[in-house]
Structures are given as C-alpha cells and as structure tokens.
C-alpha cells in the first residue's frame, strides 16, 4: 500500500502535505476522533493518511 491510499479502505486518500506554497492538506482543519486510529493496522500507524471518505462514515457512525 503506497502513501497515497487510505489504510482504512484503500482508496486514494487525497493527502496534500508537502504540496504547494503552505504544505497543507485538506486534513489539516479537520478533527479525528481518537477511535478512527484503532481501524487503521499497527504497521500503517502514522505512515498513512485516512480518506475524508471514511473520516466522514466514522464521524457519522458515531453520532448514531
């Protein structure tokens, strides 16, 4: 799994960091719940970005 995919669901997380003029990212101004660090594997920890894909269905699971 390359850095580009989520290792949540595997698609294309989208990430910006280190990209244009301020190196952010979209996730920057975003807020992740501490449990949606638990769906991602070990290995993957800090090495992967999460999707907005499934920032949203976790948020939205939680609210539920």
Same mark, same amino acid.
């Given at each position: 799994m390359s850095n580009?995919?989520?290792?949540? #669901?595997? &698609? /294309?997380?989208?990430?910006?960091?280190?990209?244009?003029e301020l190196n952010n990212c979209? #996730?920057? &101004? /975003?807020?992740?719940p501490k449990g949606i660090f638990e769906?991602?594997?070990v290995e993957n920890r800090r090495k992967h970005c999460i999707?907005?894909?499934?920032l949203n269905k976790?948020?939205?699971e939680q609210k539920r």
């Open positions: 580009k995919n989520c290792p949540i #669901c595997g &698609n /294309e997380n989208e990430c910006m960091t280190g990209a244009g979209w #996730c920057s &101004n /975003e807020e992740f769906l991602v594997p999707c907005k894909n499934c976790f948020k939205e």
